[in-house]
């Protein structure tokens, strides 16, 4: 797809289209290489299944991705332009939000606090609170995320409208790269469809890219138009979700196992 | 009061889209709404012992006499005020054990700038009150730079605080300076100066506190801060701010009372005050893990211990068993608080 240098360096310039593009990317703590070379891309609209196990490097991807980390070497692009995602907020303003199942919420906090969480409208020196929850209503609504009231305490609500509120907080503040870290984990059918459906209606936005970090392929085929599998540090599968099968994935990864297993009865 | 207490949620309104205001579903509604709030128990606990001490007690010609109502707001000042910084640091999530060092410094600092430096009175002052904003700064870098809890770090500058200022004093009184005696009189030596700033600072931080940024963030970090960090919210400088809320305010304190006993003493201050306002933080609804807390509820807490300090000896209790009463008083209180917030959350799952 990329020509690629030896050295890894150069490439040619990524075909328009592509919201994110990741090259050659590594990542080591000490001893321990938890990216070995990562070669991802996300097209504008697109929603893409990053599947791997644990250890796999999903995490370490996404806090690279999402200016938390650094990546050894390698190099990002958003919208074909290289970029260096030095913060948080850098990430924000290129348009990259991450949206951690449990951690992105201030339980003690109203919906529409969080909804507004370091973006609050203020009239100096007070904060906006009618305005922001209005605001919040509608777009909640406008989303199809059906939660009692914008008023309540985030931790009176369910896993599964805790997430959907983050989801909805990353669209409402402009994010057009969406990372769902585990978005499905500890859900029932019931809660994983809510956001499920969100995702659907983002996609059908068509200006909002996602992608889905998981580990459950079964839940997340349904709705991603291409998955990638991550192992070991690299990328070493990507097909379009309708060409691929949760039984051809489930023989990648009962693969993998068999291999972890039969080398420990070596090393044993 | 009651009007006060109910205002204080972080939503800050009625929840939306409840219809059927009948006027005695309202006076239900707000009785419910009432009894919901943390700071209603403390709110009668508070009640109950004025009625007690006013009418009931042995003391009840002397309670509502106007001295003694001086006096208790004298004493109920100095621990409101410190009471809302130790709330803003416990609500995100720390503690300053050093404030009433602070506090002991402060008015040492403002003589030692009059008489042996010839600084003028004013400029005295705020030398002083900018010694408690380096006091927090450094409470900041060791806890929030250096990663030591602050449960340690504070204690240390404590005790370096009030090592500097033994040394310093040679652990003697001292007077008043000239200068500082016109303007002290509106800090601390007026009759109702204590409980003036007090209430100037409770509507001050309340509205810090429930109605801005700071006061969100400062909830948002305490609440959760690997979360709040991800949203981009800055913990750090949160903390920072909160530890030099608390040394300024402290430092505050400490002039005051100097102007009001007309002595610069180094036995005031220290862990007396400084614990009396975490209890009142606490028995207020401030939970020492952080994430929740309410200025009105220090405030509350802060009144009821007042109380409680300045009834007993109003009876003639002798000055002996009264630690033992207080202690038996806070526990109390907060047994009474822990249980009506489990029975409160029955009741709103029922």
């Known amino acids: ?268 | 009061m009651s009007e006060t207490a109910e205002r204080t949620s972080v939503a800050g309104g009625p929840p939306g889209g409840q219809a059927n205001r009948s006027s005695p579903g309202l006076l239900r509604r707000a009785t419910v709404g009432f009894m919901q709030r943390r700071e209603a128990t403390v709110f009668v606990v508070v009640v109950l012992l004025i009625v007690y001490f006013g009418f009931i007690s042995s003391g009840r010609s002397t309670f509502f006499t106007k001295l003694n109502l001086i006096v208790l707001s004298q004493v109920a000042g100095p621990i409101i005020i410190i009471a809302i910084g130790e709330v803003f640091l416990l609500i995100c999530g720390e503690i300053d054990l050093s404030v009433g060092f602070t506090f002991t410094f402060a008015p040492f600092l403002m003589h030692y700038l009059i008489d042996f430096y010839g600084v003028p009175g004013i400029p005295a002052i705020i030398i002083s009150l900018l010694m408690g904003l380096a006091v927090g700064w450094v409470n900041g870098f060791l806890t929030v730079t250096l990663g030591l809890p602050s449960f340690i770090t504070t204690l240390g500058t404590g005790f370096a605080l009030q090592g500097i200022m033994l040394i310093t004093s040679h652990a003697e009184q001292s007077a008043i300076p000239g200068p500082v005696q016109g303007i002290g009189h509106w800090i601390g030596t007026y009759a109702w100066a204590e409980i003036g700033w007090a209430i100037i600072f409770v509507i001050i931080f309340h509205l810090v506190l429930r109605r801005t940024r700071w006061g969100l963030h400062t909830i948002a970090v305490g609440g959760n801060q690997v979360g709040a960090q991800e949203a981009g919210v800055k913990a750090g400088r949160i903390k920072y701010g909160n530890f030099m809320i608390t040394a300024v305010l402290g430092a505050f304190v400490g002039l005051q009372v100097a102007f009001q006993a007309s002595v610069i003493d180094p036995s005031s201050g220290g862990y007396t005050p400084m614990f009396y306002s975490v209890a009142a933080a606490v028995i207020g609804g401030t939970a020492l893990l952080g994430g929740s807390g309410t200025i009105i509820g220090a405030f509350l807490g802060s009144m009821m211990l007042a109380v409680l300090i300045d009834g007993f000896p109003v009876i003639g209790v002798s000055a002996n068993p009264l630690p033992l009463i207080f202690g038996a008083a806070i526990l109390l209180a907060m047994i009474a608080n822990v249980q009506f917030a489990r029975l409160r959350e029955r009741g709103r799952a029922l």
């Open chain 1, 1 to 268: 797809m990329t020509t690629v240098t030896p050295d890894g360096q150069g490439t040619v310039a990524a075909p328009a289209g592509d919201a994110l593009r990741v090259e050659h990317i590594r990542k080591r703590f000490g001893a321990v290489t938890a990216l070995r070379d990562i070669n991802l891309h996300l097209a504008k609209g697109e929603v893409l299944a990053l599947l791997g196990d644990n250890g796999a490097g999903k995490s370490t991807l996404m806090k690279i991705l999402c200016g938390f980390q650094q990546p050894g070497g390698g190099r990002i692009l958003v919208n074909g332009q290289e970029v260096v995602i030095n913060s948080v907020d850098h990430a924000r303003e290129l348009g990259i939000d991450v949206v951690y199942q449990d951690l992105a919420l201030v339980n003690q906090l109203s919906v529409y606090h969080n909804m507004f969480l370091n973006r609050e409208m203020v009239r100096w020196p007070f904060l906006s609170n009618k305005k922001m929850r209005r605001i919040a209503r509608e777009h909640l609504d406008e989303l199809g995320v059906d939660i009692p009231s914008v008023d309540a305490d985030v931790a009176k609500l369910s896993g599964g409208q805790r997430q959907a509120i983050a989801v909805a907080r990353a669209v409402f503040t402009d994010a057009k790269i969406l990372l769902l870290d585990e978005p499905l984990a500890a859900m029932g059918a019931k809660e994983a469809a809510l956001i499920l459906d969100l995702v659907r209606d983002l996609k059908q936005r068509g200006d909002v890219s996602v992608m889905i970090i998981a580990h459950n392929y079964g839940q997340v085929l349904e709705i991603s138009d291409r998955v990638n599998l991550l192992q070991h540090g690299e990328i070493t599968f990507d097909k379009p979700s309708r060409d691929t099968s949760v039984t051809e994935l489930n023989d990648i990864v009962v693969e993998e196992y068999r291999r972890a297993l039969a080398e420990r009865h070596k090393t044993a």
